[in-house]
Structures are given as structure tokens and as C-alpha cells.
């Protein structure tokens, strides 16, 4: 009887451990190397007081409050698990260092300050907003995430190695922006435009987790702040609009025209700006956000596959083809990464540990959905390229729906594993955050590779 108590203390406390470990994962301050380092101290701890007499469970309190009066992370997972027994142990003092805070807004306001001033430095040279919208198009990745490179190269302390990366990486994505001679109306010039944030933020994302692009726990905590960021600056730019419209309204009344102050100030050094000061926020507040985006996960969910199982079905009901013209396939597009974004939100915001239910089963549905969508589009994309053969936006639209297809495909068959009981969670997040690479390695090969091959045309 002994025997199993002692089996069952142990089971309990790993049970613990891993809570832990998954709460120190999420954080964006600790490297792996930092994790598996407490993870360690922990351990041996509990090994000591567990060989001087004590049970597991309480070896485990022990060595959580010893552990954390050196970490404050470990205050702040007492805080957010107010329901624990042991979190009584540890909040008895430590915290963040008191000015830290107040340094990081000011680093964030430097560099958001950066982008603003970098968005207006062309119009010295006769690249106005209003004159030549085109370059601003193809730029404007540069303009807001170059900065938010920076800010967060710098939070993170990135090694020289790191640095070299990212710095190529942006001298590229400027090369490519300016040196290529695209036209303003070319269609390579919209997919530059659109791809190159794409790879931009991808790179952002090497800054995010101080070069530690191997660990797929440091790549999840950039899915996760991708949409935490996302709903931020969501938020901003809405707060932003209200205060360009007091704005023109407010001078209007007083006979004074600010519609050039707001078109050529305002607005686009507030954009850029925004995208530094959102991230910030989500470093700064990120508890409070990590709790509403389940919830909005949950809601969309069940809306998008609703959606996508209507438009399967309309289109089995009249027969009839997707008009494969180039908003067209953009708007199939956007709903399909809208949909793997509510998979990999889904994703990261449950824990691995807990056994399938019902919303992993409506996710399995929005993947299948999701896959027949895609289908359904590669079938018409097919076709045109059959009639009038390769072009820039036909094939664009085929490799990004082929992306898609891969990712969603293997999904749907991990997912499928795992609601049978057949496969562990692991995989499924595993394969999501390991697929990043190939979308930056689309996103960069559109912008690098296609303008030549389809005559900068």
C-alpha cells in the first residue's frame, strides 16, 4: 500500500512539474536553456528532500517556495494559479525589478518614434504618400517591422550571430523592395507588397525568441504574441480612426483644414508606430490577453466551419467553378490563413496534457472544411493555368494554396490520431510550429524569385 501511495505522490508531483514547465515555456523572458536550468534546480531539490524523509507532494512545496525566492517568475505563476495549495508558499516577497517596466516603454516609444520618423524620411527625397503610393506599398513592411526588429533584438539580447541574421535578412528585404525595376501596376509588385511583411514578420520572429528558432516551445510564444499583437493593434488602429475623425471634424468646425496633417502625418506615422507601442503591450499585459483569446478562438471556430461547410456545399449543389480572378483567389486565401490561424490559436492556448473533447473535434472539422475549400480552389486554379497558362498571380495562388494544402492535410491526420486516442497533442503542436519555416521560406522566394522569373511584369 505504501508502495502505491509513494507511485501516486510521484505521478502528482510530475503532473506538477509539467505545469510549471508549460507556464515558464510561455514566458517570452526565459530561454530553453534558462527553462531547463530551474527545470533542473527544481528537480534536485525535490531528489534532496525527498531522500531526508519527506513525501513527494511535499518535497514539491518545498522546493517550489525554495525555487521561488530566487525567481520571480515563480511568484508570478503563484499568482495566476491563485487555486494551488502551494502558491501560499511562494508570494512572500520578490517581484520585477521596479524600473524595468518604465526602461522597456521608453525603448518602445524610441523605436516606435524610429518608424514614424522613418516613414516620413522618403518625402524628403520626392517619395511622397500622396505622389507615389506604389513605393510606400511596397515598403511599408519595412517601415513598421524593421523598427520592431530592433526593439525586440534589443529586449532579447540577441547574440552577434543573431544580429548578422537579422540584419541580412532586412538588407535583403530592402534590396528587393527597391532595387528590383518594378512597375507600379505590375503583379509582381502586388505580390512583393504582400509577401514581403509576411517574411518581415517571420524574421521578427527569429528577434522574438533571441535566436532560439530550433525550440518549437519559443516558436509557439510566437504564434501565440502573433495574435495577441494582431488584437492590440486591432485595437489601436479603431482608437486611432476615432481620433483622426475628432481630429478633421474638430478643425473643421473652426474653419482649418487638417485633411493633409492626418493623410500625411497622422495616420501613416501612427500605423507604423503602433506596431512597436501593440507589441509592447502584449509584453506588458500579456495575461490579460491570453484569457480573451481562447474565448475569441472559441467563438470563430464554430462560425468558420459553418462557413466553410456552406460554400462546400453550394458549390456541390450548382455545379459550378470558382472564379479564379486575382481578388478572388486573395479573398480564398485570407479565409484560408484565417482558418489555420484559429488552429494555431486553438492550439496554443490548450493544455497538452488534457484528453480530447469536443472542441478539438470542431477543430478536426474547420481543418476537413478547410481542406475541401482548398480543393475546391486548386481544382479552378488548375484549370485557368490549363487555358492560359503560368503567371505571376496564377502561380502565386497555386504555390500558397499547395502551402495551405500540406499544412492542413497532415493536421487533419495528426488531429485525426489524437481524437481517436492514437496519437499525443505534442504532434499536432509540433508540426504547426515547425511548418513556420516553410511559410517564410514561401513568403521570401515570392519576393525574391518571382520578379525576375515572370520579367519584373
Known amino acids: 500500500m505504501d508502495e502505491d501511495r509513494t507511485a501516486i505522490g510521484h505521478d502528482d508531483v510530475e503532473a506538477q512539474i509539467a505545469e510549471w514547465l508549460a ?21 534536485n531539490r525535490i531528489a534532496e528532500l525527498t531522500e531526508a524523509g519527506l513525501a513527494p507532494g511535499e518535497a514539491f512545496l518545498v522546493a517550489v517556495k525554495r525555487v521561488g525566492s530566487l525567481d520571480a517568475l515563480t511568484h508570478e505563476f ?9 502558491k501560499q508558499l511562494v508570494l512572500s516577497g520578490g517581484g520585477e525589478e521596479p524600473h524595468a517596466g518604465r526602461t522597456d516603454l521608453l525603448a518602445a516609444l524610441g523605436w516606435a518614434l524610429a518608424a514614424a520618423v522613418a516613414v516620413k524620411v522618403p518625402a524628403a527625397f520626392g517619395w511622397s504618400l500622396q505622389d507615389d503610393p506604389a513605393f510606400y506599398a511596397r515598403n511599408a513592411g519595412l517601415f513598421a517591422l524593421l523598427p520592431l526588429l530592433g526593439y525586440f533584438a534589443r529586449r532579447r ?8 541574421v537579422l540584419a541580412a535578412l532586412g538588407v535583403v528585404g530592402i534590396v528587393a523592395a527597391n532595387a528590383y525595376p518594378l512597375t507600379d501596376d505590375a503583379p509582381v509588385t502586388l505580390l512583393t507588397s504582400l509577401h514581403l511583411p509576411i517574411a518581415l514578420w517571420l524574421t521578427v520572429g527569429i528577434a522574438y525568441v533571441g535566436g532560439d528558432w530550433r ?3 519559443r516558436r509557439m510564444d510566437f504564434i501565440r504574441f502573433t495574435g495577441e499583437w494582431f488584437i492590440y493593434y486591432v485595437l489601436i488602429a479603431l482608437g486611432g480612426g476615432v481620433l483622426a475623425a475628432l481630429t478633421l471634424g474638430t478643425f473643421d468646425a473652426i474653419g482649418l483644414r487638417a485633411e493633409d496633417f492626418v493623410g500625411s502625418w497622422l495616420l501613416p506615422c501612427g500605423a507604423v508606430g503602433a506596431v512597436v507601442v501593440a507589441a509592447w503591450l502584449v509584453e506588458a499585459k500579456q495575461g490579460v490577453i491570453e484569457n480573451m483569446a481562447p474565448v475569441l478562438t472559441q467563438v470563430f471556430t464554430p462560425l468558420f466551419v459553418l462557413a466553410l461547410l456552406g460554400f462546400v456545399g453550394g458549390v456541390l449543389w450548382t455545379r459550378s467553378t470558382v472564379d479564379v480572378e486575382r481578388d478572388v483567389l486573395i479573398l480564398f486565401d485570407l479565409v484560408l490563413v484565417v482558418v489555420v490561424g484559429l488552429l494555431l490559436y486553438g492550439i496554443s492556448a490548450r493544455e497538452p496534457a488534457a484528453a480530447p473533447g469536443w472542441f ?70 509540433r508540426w504547426q510550429t515547425g511548418y513556420l519555416v516553410v511559410y517564410a521560406a514561401w513568403a521570401w522566394a515570392v519576393v525574391l524569385v518571382f520578379p525576375p522569373v515572370f520579367g519584373f511584369s
Open 23 to 43: 507556464y515558464l515555456h510561455r514566458r517570452r523572458e526565459l530561454s530553453s536553456a534558462d527553462s531547463e536550468e530551474l527545470e533542473d534546480h527544481l528537480r
Open 78 to 86: 503563484a499568482r495566476e494559479h491563485s487555486e494551488r495549495l502551494w
Open 157 to 164: 539580447r540577441a547574440s552577434h550571430a543573431t544580429m548578422a
Open 215 to 217: 525550440s518549437g516551445s
Open 360 to 429: 478539438d473535434r470542431l477543430q478536426l472539422l474547420l481543418v476537413v472544411a478547410a481542406l475541401l475549400t482548398d480543393a475546391v480552389v486548386l481544382v479552378a486554379v488548375g484549370h485557368r493555368i490549363g487555358q492560359f497558362g503560368f503567371s505571376a498571380n496564377r502561380t502565386a495562388a497555386l504555390g500558397e494554396n499547395l502551402v495551405l494544402l500540406g499544412n492542413l492535410a497532415w493536421s487533419a491526420w495528426l488531429l485525426l490520431g489524437f481524437v481517436r486516442t492514437r496519437a499525443r497533442f505534442a504532434a499536432v503542436e
